[in-house]
């Protein structure tokens, strides 16, 4: 018979939750300000369909990443205070890029982010191996985003 660990669960499901719901909550404020599609964009730019897939799938992995730390007590204030302030950035991110138009400034914030996460990444990694890599798509995404980001503004002025 196979035994339900319900504190495994309700970690899994608050850690996967918390960036998930925050990320929808994000993207229900800036909805009405998207204008991605009519920027100019630079060579490799994704369809604007593909990013909330992307960010849907990347706050998971964030959420299972941060998940297996709790789950082994690997977690301290630091690597909390890292992980909580990394998903402020990107939560503020969209804000800055799509509501209130600094796209300049939005570059240096996800430059921040980009740091941010690679130094996640790694602290995750010292931790737990796993945990570690599960961020590395994240930290990808996130330099990607950099280059959209600067193009971006360099294209529209």
Known sequence: MIQINWE?????AITILIPVALGAAVGFIISGAMDYETLKKPALSPPGALFPIMWTILYILMG??????????????????????????????????????WR?????WIIVLAILVIIMAARFYKKNQTAGLLQLPYAAWTVFASYLNLFVYLLNG
């Open 64 to 101: 299972v990443s941060y998940g297996m730390l709790r789950d082994k007590s690997l977690t301290d204030f630091q690597t909390d205070a890292l992980y909580y302030s990394q998903l402020a950035v990107n939560l503020i991110w969209p804000i800055i890029f799509f509501v209130l138009k």
């Open 104 to 108: 300049l400034f939005a570059f240096i």
């Open 8 to 12: 495994k669960v309700k970690n899994y």
